[in-house]
């Protein structure tokens, strides 16, 4: 069966860093989409990122512009989220998805994702 891991979430102060690494396995990776989200307790989950099949056509909502990098592995079935000058508001339980499509467009729609990781915490501290 399709399994999405996340690792790599944690507790960092503001300013700081963290990578998170999202691991597909029971899927042919080069076949999806990826996109990353976020949620916090009491909120809709928040679309951060969507990263294409081939790595090359990257979006992501305004408030992580310019502090998040979204990458991929296609020959480690790995999708990163690399998160620099991090800020409170970051705080939140950060989410996996895969979506099908070898197209170019993005989808920053949580419903259009066909599978999730099981989330990982991140907390950004004072």
């Known amino acids: 069966q399709v399994q999405l891991v996340e690792s790599g979430g944690g507790l960092v102060q503001a300013g700081g860093s963290l990578r998170l690494s999202c691991a597909a396995s029971?899927?042919?990776?080069?076949?999806?989409?990826m996109g990353w989200f976020r949620q916090t307790p009491g909120k809709e989950r928040e679309f951060v990122g969507d990263v294409n099949w081939t790595g090359g056509n990257v979006v992501y909502v305004d408030s992580v512009k310019g502090r998040f990098t979204i990458s991929r592995d296609n020959t480690k079935n790995t999708v990163y989220l690399q998160m620099t000058s991090l800020k409170l508001e970051d705080t939140a339980v950060y989410y996996c998805?895969?979506?099908?499509?070898?197209?170019?467009?993005?989808?920053?729609?949580?419903?259009?994702?066909?599978?999730w990781g099981q989330g990982t915490q991140v907390t950004v501290s004072s």
């Open positions: 998805a895969a979506r099908r499509s070898r197209t170019f467009t993005p989808s920053t729609t949580w419903r259009n994702y066909d599978y």
């Open positions: 029971g899927l042919t990776f080069s076949n999806y989409a």
